[in-house]
C-alpha cells in the first residue's frame, strides 16, 4: 500500500499539545538505549539491521547513492521526508542531539550529544531545556558554529510563508504568545518589523543565547525536548548564507560532507568532505567515503536490478529505495545478494480505526470482535510477504523504547473468528453485521485490504470495502465521513523515538475533534481518562518510566478497540559488492544508514 504517511497540525486547544509534522518522522531524557522491559507483555525479538557483508573501517574511495527521488529540498527547515533527512543528517546537517547509530535495533534509540556537549539539562518542571554547544565545531568556509545559529536556523520556521515543508514544532511547544487564530505573533526573520517588535522579543525571550549555552523556553513541559530537537528544523543556519527565504537546495554544510557544486534537481549531486569537520567532535558520524555521488530520478527497479547484477558502475553503488516485492524474494534466496542486503522496519505501521459513533462501533466488544476477527498475517502476506511488512498489533514500531509484544485480545497474528463471534453477541448486534470500510486504494492496498475480509465474514461480519483512489485523507476527516463509513484505514510513523509523537496525536480527542472534523481521531475515539493520561506522562521526567507509561496506555487502547494494528512496513537495500558496512536505521525511518557506511578501494 503505497501510501505516504500523512500528518495535521492538531488543533493547539490544550497547553500540552505539540504539533507533530511530516515524515520524522514525525521525540528524551538519558542516554539509555534498548527496549525496557514493560507491562503487557516482553519486548519483542529485533534482529540486527546489517549486511552479513564483512566491515571495514578503512577511508576512501567514493559511495554512488542511487534514488528515484525527487529531494524537495535540503534547506534544514524544510525537510519534509524521512529519508531526506536521515542523509542530511549524517552528512552535513548537525542538531543539539541525535541518535548514535547501531547495527542492532534494539540500540538505535540511544540518544547522545551531536552539536551539543550533551543531551540537556530541563530545569524541574520540564519548561524549560539547556544545550551547550561543542568546541571546535565549524561550517564549511571554517567559521564556528554558534548558539545564535542554533537561534537564527530555529526562527526560520516561524516563517510560515516562506519556510514550508518541514516540522512546525517548534511553534507548537517554544513560550512564543498565539493570536486569536492560534498562529505566533513572531513572523520569523524574513518579515520587517520594527526594532521594539512583540514578536521578535517574545522570540528572544523563548531562546536565549548565553556563549556557548543555548536555554528554550517552553510554553508546557514538555519531558522529551531534547529528542524533538534531533529533527532538522531545530538545525542551525548561517543567517550570512541564507536566501531570506528561497534557495530551497542551498546547502552550507556543518557536518563531514558538502556539496561541490550547486544541487542540480532531478540528478543531483556530490558529495566532498568538508575539510572542517573534525572527527573528533563528532561521536555520530564515521564518515569513510571520501565522496558521495547522489543520483535521483532512477527508478527504483532499475536501480535495484543495476545494482545485483554488480557491474563495475554498481559494485560501488546503495540502492536507496527498497526493492520492489518480486525482486526482494529473489535477492534474500541468493546467498550472495542475500549477504549484501539488509532488510529493516521503517516505523510506518498500517492501522484500522473503527468509528464509534457508527451504530456497529459503540460498543466497546463490538470493537474488540472486529479487532479478533482480523487476520493481520494474511495482510502481510498480501503485502508481499515478510520482506515487505511484519504483523503488529501495536501502533508503536519495534525498534522504539516503548515497543512491546502484548496482545491484549489474545487475537495472534491470524484472527480468531469464534472468540469474535462471541463478542459480537455480548455486543448484542444481530449477524451478519454489515460494516463500511474505508481505504486508500491501489494496486496492493486492494489485495492486502480484500485478505481481510473472509477473517471477517466468518466472524459473523458482512464486510464492504469502499477503495478512494483521490485525496483519501482529507476524504475522510471531512465532518460527513463518520456517517458513511464504520472504519477507517491510515498509517502512521512517529517524529522521533518516543510513543509521544504516535498516540496523542491520534487518540487525544482534545486536540483533534472539533465541528470541522476528527483531525486524526477519525475514529471519534473520546475517552476523558485517556486525554488525562496523556497529560500526565508528558510530565514524567524519567525516560525509561515515561516509555513504559505510554506502553500501558497502548495496551489500554488496544483493549477499547481504539484501534487495530495491521502491519509496520519494512525495507529492504541491496548494494554492490565493495560497499561495506551497510546498515538501515530503524529510528529514523529504515533508510540506508551513512554514519558507517564504507567502501572498499
Same mark, same amino acid.
Given at each position: 500500500?503505497?501510501?505516504?504517511?500523512?500528518?495535521?497540525?492538531?488543533?493547539?486547544?490544550?497547553?500540552?499539545?505539540?504539533?507533530?509534522?511530516?515524515?520524522?518522522?514525525?521525540?528524551?531524557?538519558?542516554?539509555?538505549?534498548?527496549?525496557?522491559?514493560?507491562?503487557?507483555?516482553?519486548?519483542?525479538?529485533?534482529?540486527?539491521?546489517?549486511?552479513?557483508?564483512?566491515?571495514?573501517?578503512?577511508?576512501?574511495?567514493?559511495?554512488?547513492?542511487?534514488?528515484?527521488?525527487?529531494?524537495?529540498?535540503?534547506?534544514?527547515?524544510?525537510?519534509?521526508?524521512?529519508?531526506?533527512?536521515?542523509?542530511?543528517?549524517?552528512?552535513?546537517?548537525?542538531?543539539?542531539?541525535?541518535?548514535?547509530?547501531?547495527?542492532?535495533?534494539?540500540?538505535?534509540?540511544?540518544?547522545?550529544?551531536?552539536?551539543?556537549?550533551?543531551?540537556?539539562?530541563?530545569?524541574?518542571?520540564?519548561?524549560?531545556?539547556?544545550?551547550?554547544?561543542?568546541?571546535?565545531?565549524?561550517?564549511?568556509?571554517?567559521?564556528?558554529?554558534?548558539?545564535?545559529?542554533?537561534?537564527?536556523?530555529?526562527?526560520?520556521?516561524?516563517?510560515?510563508?516562506?519556510?514550508?515543508?518541514?516540522?512546525?514544532?517548534?511553534?507548537?511547544?517554544?513560550?512564543?504568545?498565539?493570536?486569536?487564530?492560534?498562529?505566533?505573533?513572531?513572523?520569523?526573520?524574513?518579515?520587517?518589523?520594527?526594532?521594539?517588535?512583540?514578536?521578535?522579543?517574545?522570540?528572544?525571550?523563548?531562546?536565549?543565547?548565553?556563549?556557548?549555552?543555548?536555554?528554550?523556553?517552553?510554553?508546557?513541559?514538555?519531558?522529551?525536548?531534547?529528542?524533538?530537537?534531533?529533527?532538522?528544523?531545530?538545525?542551525?543556519?548561517?543567517?550570512?548564507?541564507?536566501?531570506?527565504?528561497?534557495?530551497?537546495?542551498?546547502?552550507?554544510?556543518?557536518?563531514?560532507?558538502?556539496?561541490?557544486?550547486?544541487?542540480?534537481?532531478?540528478?543531483?549531486?556530490?558529495?566532498?568532505?568538508?575539510?572542517?569537520?573534525?572527527?573528533?567532535?563528532?561521536?555520530?558520524?564515521?564518515?569513510?567515503?571520501?565522496?558521495?555521488?547522489?543520483?535521483?530520478?532512477?527508478?527504483?527497479?532499475?536501480?535495484?536490478?543495476?545494482?545485483?547484477?554488480?557491474?563495475?558502475?554498481?559494485?560501488?553503488?546503495?540502492?536507496?529505495?527498497?526493492?520492489?516485492?518480486?525482486?526482494?524474494?529473489?535477492?534474500?534466496?541468493?546467498?550472495?545478494?542475500?549477504?549484501?542486503?539488509?532488510?529493516?522496519?521503517?516505523?510506518? $505501521?498500517? #492501522?484500522?480505526?473503527?468509528? &464509534?459513533?457508527? !451504530?456497529?462501533?459503540? =460498543?466497546?466488544? /463490538?470493537?474488540?470482535?472486529? *479487532?479478533?476477527?482480523?487476520?493481520?498475517?494474511?495482510?502481510?502476506?498480501?503485502?508481499?510477504?515478510?520482506?515487505?511488512?511484519?504483523?503488529?498489533?501495536?501502533?508503536?514500531?519495534?525498534?522504539?523504547?516503548?515497543?512491546?509484544?502484548?496482545?491484549?485480545?489474545?487475537?495472534?497474528?491470524?484472527?480468531?473468528?469464534?472468540?469474535?463471534?462471541?463478542?459480537?453477541?455480548?455486543?448484542?448486534?444481530?449477524?451478519?453485521?454489515?460494516?463500511? $470500510?474505508? #481505504?486508500?486504494?491501489?494496486? &496492493?492496498?486492494? !489485495?492486502?485490504?480484500? =485478505?481481510?475480509? /473472509?477473517?471477517?465474514?466468518? *466472524?459473523?461480519?458482512?464486510?464492504?470495502?469502499?477503495?478512494?483512489?483521490?485525496?483519501?485523507?482529507?476524504?475522510?476527516?471531512?465532518?460527513?465521513?463518520?456517517?458513511?463509513?464504520?472504519?477507517?484505514?491510515?498509517?502512521?510513523?512517529?517524529?522521533?523515538?518516543?510513543?509521544?509523537?504516535?498516540?496523542?496525536?491520534?487518540?487525544?480527542?482534545?486536540?483533534?475533534?472539533?465541528?470541522?472534523?476528527?483531525?486524526?481521531?477519525?475514529?471519534?475515539?473520546?475517552?476523558?481518562?485517556?486525554?488525562?493520561?496523556?497529560?500526565?506522562?508528558?510530565?514524567?521526567?524519567?525516560?525509561?518510566?515515561?516509555?513504559?507509561?505510554?506502553?500501558?496506555?497502548?495496551?489500554?487502547?488496544?483493549?477499547?478497540?481504539?484501534?487495530?494494528?495491521?502491519?509496520?512496513?519494512?525495507?529492504?537495500?541491496?548494494?554492490?559488492?565493495?560497499?561495506?558496512?551497510?546498515?538501515?536505521?530503524?529510528?529514523?525511518?529504515?533508510?540506508?544508514?551513512?554514519?558507517?557506511?564504507?567502501?572498499?578501494?
Amino acid at each position: 500500500m503505497s501510501s505516504p504517511i500523512r500528518r495535521h497540525h492538531p488543533r493547539p486547544q490544550r497547553a500540552h499539545v505539540r504539533a507533530l509534522v511530516g515524515l520524522f518522522i514525525v521525540v528524551v531524557l538519558g542516554t539509555a538505549g534498548g527496549c525496557s522491559v514493560l507491562a503487557g507483555g516482553d519486548p519483542p525479538t529485533t534482529p540486527a539491521v546489517t549486511a552479513s557483508h564483512e566491515r571495514t573501517d578503512e577511508r576512501g574511495g567514493t559511495l554512488k547513492a542511487l534514488s528515484l527521488g525527487p529531494v524537495l529540498s535540503w534547506d534544514p527547515q524544510r525537510i519534509g521526508a524521512r529519508d531526506d533527512a536521515a542523509f542530511a543528517g549524517r552528512t552535513f546537517l548537525r542538531t543539539l542531539t541525535a541518535y548514535q547509530p547501531s547495527t542492532d535495533a534494539r540500540t538505535q534509540s540511544r540518544l547522545v550529544g551531536d552539536l551539543a556537549t550533551d543531551t540537556g539539562t530541563p530545569n524541574k518542571n520540564l519548561t524549560a531545556w539547556s544545550f551547550t554547544l561543542r568546541e571546535g565545531i565549524a561550517w564549511e568556509d571554517g567559521s564556528a558554529v554558534t548558539c545564535e545559529d542554533v537561534k537564527y536556523g530555529i526562527s526560520r520556521t516561524f516563517s510560515t510563508d516562506f519556510i514550508t515543508g518541514g516540522s512546525t514544532d517548534a511553534l507548537a511547544v517554544l513560550s512564543v504568545p498565539k493570536k486569536p487564530d492560534g498562529t505566533p505573533i513572531y513572523a520569523g526573520p524574513f518579515v520587517k518589523a520594527a526594532p521594539n517588535d512583540p514578536g521578535r522579543a517574545a522570540y528572544d525571550k523563548a531562546v536565549v543565547c548565553r556563549g556557548t549555552t543555548i536555554t528554550f523556553t517552553l510554553s508546557a513541559p514538555v519531558s522529551d525536548f531534547n529528542e524533538m530537537v534531533t529533527q532538522a528544523a531545530f538545525g542551525p543556519v548561517k543567517k550570512s548564507t541564507d536566501k531570506g527565504g528561497d534557495g530551497t537546495f542551498n546547502v552550507f554544510s556543518n557536518g563531514p560532507y558538502k556539496l561541490a557544486a550547486p544541487w542540480r534537481a532531478s540528478t543531483g549531486g556530490s558529495w566532498v568532505r568538508n575539510p572542517h569537520w573534525r572527527a573528533a567532535t563528532d561521536e555520530v558520524r564515521e564518515a569513510y567515503p571520501n565522496t558521495i555521488e547522489y543520483q535521483e530520478g532512477i527508478e527504483t527497479q532499475t536501480v535495484a536490478q543495476q545494482i545485483m547484477a554488480d557491474g563495475d558502475n554498481s559494485k560501488s553503488a546503495v540502492a536507496l529505495g527498497s526493492a520492489p516485492p518480486a525482486i526482494q524474494q529473489h535477492i534474500l534466496t541468493v546467498d550472495a545478494l542475500k549477504e549484501r542486503s539488509v532488510t529493516a522496519g521503517t516505523g510506518l $505501521v498500517d #492501522y484500522l480505526v473503527p468509528n &464509534v459513533r457508527s !451504530k456497529v462501533f459503540t =460498543s466497546v466488544e /463490538a470493537r474488540q470482535a472486529l *479487532a479478533v476477527a482480523t487476520n493481520r498475517g494474511a495482510y502481510v502476506t498480501a503485502l508481499g510477504g515478510g520482506s515487505t511488512g511484519r504483523p503488529t498489533a501495536s501502533l508503536i514500531p519495534e525498534a522504539l523504547p516503548a515497543a512491546h509484544a502484548a496482545d491484549p485480545l489474545k487475537a495472534g497474528d491470524r484472527g480468531d473468528a469464534g472468540q469474535a463471534k462471541v463478542l459480537l453477541g455480548k455486543a448484542g448486534l444481530t449477524l451478519p453485521v454489515p460494516i463500511r $470500510v474505508a #481505504y486508500r486504494s491501489s494496486p &496492493v492496498a486492494d !489485495k492486502a485490504m480484500a =485478505s481481510l475480509v /473472509a477473517g471477517w465474514t466468518e *466472524a459473523g461480519f458482512a464486510p464492504r470495502l469502499t477503495p478512494i483512489k483521490d485525496e483519501y485523507f482529507t476524504a475522510i476527516t471531512q465532518p460527513g465521513a463518520a456517517a458513511n463509513y464504520d472504519v477507517f484505514w491510515s498509517n502512521w510513523a512517529p517524529a522521533w523515538a518516543s510513543a509521544s509523537t504516535i498516540l496523542p496525536a491520534l487518540f487525544d480527542s482534545s486536540i483533534n475533534i472539533t465541528p470541522s472534523g476528527p483531525g486524526r481521531d477519525y475514529g471519534y475515539f473520546v475517552d476523558p481518562k485517556v486525554n488525562a493520561e496523556i497529560v500526565r506522562i508528558n510530565t514524567i521526567a524519567d525516560r525509561a518510566d515515561r516509555e513504559e507509561a505510554w506502553t500501558a496506555l497502548d495496551v489500554r487502547l488496544q483493549t477499547l478497540g481504539a484501534y487495530i494494528g495491521l502491519a509496520e512496513r519494512r525495507s529492504l537495500y541491496i548494494a554492490g559488492s565493495d560497499v561495506r558496512n551497510l546498515s538501515a536505521n530503524e529510528v529514523t525511518g529504515g533508510v540506508v544508514e551513512f554514519a558507517d557506511i564504507a567502501v572498499r578501494r
